[in-house]
């Protein structure tokens, strides 16, 4: 016995069922419709039973592109009317959609990337009193890391947008220089700390701004990224990594290479007094630890954070002191050159790779203090490092062991390779980054009022120890004795 269940999904309303000579077929129209049809043979007439569903509009791709369905004054025939600026593709036929009845414009740098890319002020159409906006930029104006997550260059080599961090997002550059090996080349307002995935960006008449959902507060939370006077008309992202900003007119307003964080990019430059400034690691995009200037009086330098201009600070810098360079570029071929502000006066700091439409060249200042240079093969999708600054000898960046810590090569035996070491009774901060420093693993009482009692410690003597600061020194008579007596 088959247990058999069903469901009408017509009413049978006019349907004959014992009639032969009345044939009944259903039929999807070109429309979408499914039509159930009445065929009367000894009579040769047809008629439509019923229609699925009943109201056509809800039909999604009824209307063809850049149209919209609306049923007349007496809600039974479905209708497509362009959008502004629109007109039919064939004037005949109105649900074949409509094409631009406007030149379109480009945001400069994205040409190529055709009509996807271009840019009209549409005006607002309102559907149940929800406006579609005016698009600005790129296939949306609009990104979320819950949607639209990246406006990409026209290679789709580089995108701006969201990108995960912490337990939450930040929003910069990507890089995606193989489809294993992504890279962040810069960071807006790096220091924020990261935002939910509910958070969305705009690109408005003021330029970026940033909505952040706040569930104790009565309203979001709005941030611009930049600030920009003049009116906003587009953005590009472009295959160079440059983020740029136009008016109406083409005028850049604001672009990413003139705001570096850690990073300069072929044809970018860095003009006096411009930094870079490390990230904390690799994943932590925030300012790290240490800094290279272009300095107003031509050179460039390398410095820890939070310290001054001076000689005793440097671990590294060209050596051009006093001389006319006010500007860093990292040229399209890879060369390194420091340029007067004039430009008839240049040095080269590193020697050309060679042009090759295939190679990208990537400058960084990276969390542990070196400079380095690098060659992208995207053809082969692979990384060279052309240079590294201070060569040889990590442990030449200065403040590179965290406190009450030095950097040693002996464990590892390698130049290029080193350790931070903690001091004589002291253990590491956090075991799991050596370079955060040390903390005293003994403790010492308060000192007696005045004099001091038995609460001291022996210092241990360490041989072959470079200080890049000021000298440690003790009594000559407590050095005499091997140890140094220090009072809490």
């Known amino acids: 016995m088959v247990n058999q269940s069903r469901q009408n999904l017509t009413n049978g309303d006019g349907l004959v069922i014992n009639n032969t000579a009345v ?70 036929s109105q649900y074949e959609g409509c094409k631009p009845s406007f030149i379109p414009s480009y945001c400069p740098g994205n040409e190529p990337a055709g009509d ?17 906006a005016p698009l600005k930029t790129f296939k949306s104006s609009i990104l979320s890391p819950s949607s639209t997550s990246s406006w990409f260059s026209p290679s789709g080599r580089f995108a701006f947008g969201f990108y995960p961090q912490g337990n939450g997002f930040s929003i910069g550059t990507s890089f995606f220089i193989s489809p294993d090996n992504t890279i962040i080349t810069w960071t807006a307002n790096r220091d924020d700390p990261p935002v939910s995935k509910n958070t969305t960006l705009i690109l408005a008449e003021t330029g970026l701004m940033l909505t952040i959902p706040d569930a104790s507060e009565s309203q979001d939370q709005s941030k611009s990224l930049n600030d920009i006077s003049s009116p906003v008309y587009c953005a590009s992202m472009l295959d160079s990594g440059k983020l740029v900003i136009y008016d109406s007119n083409s005028t850049v307003l604001w672009d990413s290479f003139n705001d570096p964080t850690d990073t300069l990019m072929s044809g970018q430059v860095l003009k006096s007094p411009g930094e870079l400034f490390s990230s904390v690691s690799e994943t932590n995009h925030s300012t790290g630890k240490f800094r290279l200037k272009m300095q107003n009086d031509g050179n460039l330098v390398m410095y820890p954070v939070e310290t001054t201009d001076i000689r005793l600070n440097a671990y590294w810098s060209s050596g051009t002191d006093l001389q006319p360079y006010n500007i860093l570029k990292l040229e399209t071929n890879g060369s390194m050159v420091l340029i007067s502000s004039n430009q008839t006066t240049t040095k080269n700091l590193t020697l050309s790779s060679g042009s090759n439409p295939g190679l990208v060249y990537r400058g960084r200042i990276g969390p542990e203090g070196l400079f380095q240079l690098y060659s992208h093969d995207l053809t082969t999708n692979s990384t060279k490092v052309l240079l590294a600054l201070p060569p040889n000898d990590l442990c030449l960046v200065k403040g590179i062991c965290g406190h009450n810590s030095y950097c040693d090569h002996s464990v590892v035996d390698d130049m290029n390779k080193m350790v931070c070491l903690c001091l004589p009774d002291y253990a590491y901060i956090n075991p799991n980054d050596t370079h955060a420093g040390c903390q005293r693993n003994f403790t010492l009482n308060p000192c007696s009022s005045g004099e001091h009692d038995d609460n001291y410690t022996t210092m241990e003597t360490l041989e072959n120890i470079d200080w890049f600061t000021s000298t440690l020194s003790a009594p000559e008579e407590k050095m005499n004795q091997g140890s140094v007596e220090i009072y809490a």
């Open 23 to 92: 044939v009944h077929r259903a039929r999807i129209e070109p429309l979408g419709l499914l039509q159930i049809y009445s065929h009367d043979l000894l009579a040769n007439t047809s008629r439509v039973v019923q229609r699925l569903p009943d109201d056509q509009c809800t039909i999604k791709g009824f209307c063809g592109h850049n149209s919209y369905c609306i049923l007349s004054e007496d809600q039974t025939t479905p209708q497509c009317p362009c959008l502004p600026g629109f007109e039919y593709t064939n004037p005949n």
């Open 116 to 132: 996807k890319d271009s840019n009209y002020t549409m005006q607002h159409v309102v559907f149940n009193d929800d406006p579609i």
